[in-house]
Each structure stands twice: as C-alpha cells, then as structure tokens.
C-alpha cells in the first residue's frame, strides 16, 4: 500500500479556514484522489475528488465553502475549507482509488491515509 500523509487540521472558530494537505506521492499519480471525513461512530462521509481526467466533484455539505485543488509536481492534493461550521467537525482523511471515482462510497477508495483532525468551535 502506498503511503497517503494528511496535514492541516487543527481548531478554529465558526466562519474560520483551514488548508489541508494530503501528500499521495509518484505511485498514486493519475488515480482519483479524494477527501472524506468521518465523525466517530458515523459512516465515513466523501467531501471531494479529483478524477484521472482533473474533474472534480463535491457533496453538497461543502458546495461553495471547500476547494479540492492539485499540486502535480509536489504530488499533493490540498482541500481549502472556508467558512468552516461546527458539523465539519471530523477527522479528515485523503484516500485514492482505481476503481470508481465516486464519493458517495467509500468503499471503492482501497488507500487512506492517517487522518488529520479539525474542530471547528461554535
């Protein structure tokens, strides 16, 4: 399994940012990468892809707040979060796939990283 290292996470106020990265390195170029989060004891919640092709998909949670964006020569995969709310609150993980990109399943994403935490305070 290739190695995925998230970072960013952190705490801030209601209507605050945060910049997470995920480092998924050469071996996971040109494969759908994505962010999901998860709250303890609820399913693993898909946030947004970057498909092989540079297409890009969000739920509608985060339609307008986050940014899922691409930096190829670094191999990193970023998620710019805007406007953060409380029920963001979760521990954000970065995840690719050969299969199907799509968020809706986790199940089809086979390589996650660590995770990283962010808490967003009301």
């Known amino acids: 399994q290739v190695q995925l290292e998230e970072s960013g996470g952190g705490s801030v106020q209601a209507g605050g940012s945060l910049k997470l990265s995920c480092v998924y390195g050469?071996?996971?170029?040109?494969?759908?990468v994505a962010w999901f989060r998860q709250i303890p004891g609820k399913k693993r919640e898909g946030v947004a892809s970057?498909?092989?092709?540079?297409?890009?998909a969000y739920a509608d949670s985060v339609r307008g707040r986050f940014t899922i964006s691409k930096d190829t020569s670094a191999d990193t995969l970023y998620l710019q979060m805007n406007s953060l709310q409380p029920e963001d609150t979760a521990t954000y993980y970065c995840?690719?796939?050969?299969?199907?990109?799509?968020?809706?399943?986790?199940?089809?994403?086979?390589?996650w990283g660590q995770g990283t935490q962010v808490t967003v305070a009301s």
């Open positions: 995840a690719t796939t050969r299969t199907r990109c799509e968020i809706d399943e986790y199940r089809w994403f086979t390589n």
């Open positions: 050469s071996e996971s170029r040109g494969l759908c």
């Open positions: 970057w498909d092989e092709h540079g297409l890009t």
